[in-house]
């Protein structure tokens, strides 16, 4: 794969010199977060600010995931990438890419990825820890944004795999609330239909342990439409939370 600049930040990034992996592997940040070790290898997460526009940058090194397409592995990054311009291609609502390049080198792969920061967006987990406190008004409109992007989502025959509050973003504008998701990593087709829409949707509802039964319900009209049989799939979910909370 070349590596990929996204036309509305290339000259951005070629005004600061920052419009090659090189210049931004030797980039000295401070990382927002201890480096994820899982895999073997490493990556790290830094916030870039340009005067203009803020972005993160992730990098990599040997932090690989496996797969039948890539049996050896593939950096973790690769996939998210994909996963990004696939949602962008799909019309559906998630984080943008300005810039993704890998390298090989002996005995190491490295990867970047450079996404657009969402600044005036919070997440989830955020509006849920003030909820009580919330007007009627923004608790109505905070759930059917967020049934209508799983509506979405799941419409574009995709699944999210990590349906999580921290993972759905949120802006308030003057006509309610607009949704948007990160971490694409685990993303992949939806194969086992209403199945696979369960097991996307029930951790949400388990994270969001706030909302009460009629708030759910909120929730599934706007992700079902007028003909969603809301009561059935309230009883799927619940059936789903109860069976994960007992294990």
Known sequence: MSDFIAAEDRALLERHGL????????????????????RGGWSSVYRLEL????????????????????????????????????????????????????????????????????????????????WAQLSEAQRRAILRACGELARRLHGAGQMHGCFYPK???????????????????????????????????????????VWSDGEVRQLLAAYLGEQGDIERWSQRLGARRRHKESR
């Open 167 to 209: 993972h759905i973003f949120l802006r308030e504008g003057d006509e309610g609330f607009e949704a948007q998701l990160i971490d694409l990593e685990k993303t992949r087709p939806l194969l086992l239909g209403e199945r696979d829409r369960i097991k996307d949707l029930e951790p949400l509802l388990r994270r969001a342990s």
């Open 19 to 38: 419009a090659s992996f090189d210049a931004l592997w030797a980039l000295q940040l401070e990382a927002v977060d201890e480096p994820n070790t899982e």
């Open 51 to 130: 005067a203009e526009r803020a972005y993160y940058l992730k990098r990599q090194s040997n932090h690989l995931t496996r797969s039948l397409l890539h049996p050896l592995g593939e950096p973790t990054f690769a996939r998210e990438f994909r996963n990004i311009r696939r949602y962008a291609g799909l019309g559906i609502p998630a984080l943008e890419a300005a810039f993704f390049a890998e390298r090989r080198l002996p005995g190491e792969r490295r990867a970047i990825l450079l996404t657009r920061a969402l600044d005036g967006w919070q997440d989830l987990d955020h509006w849920l820890k003030g």
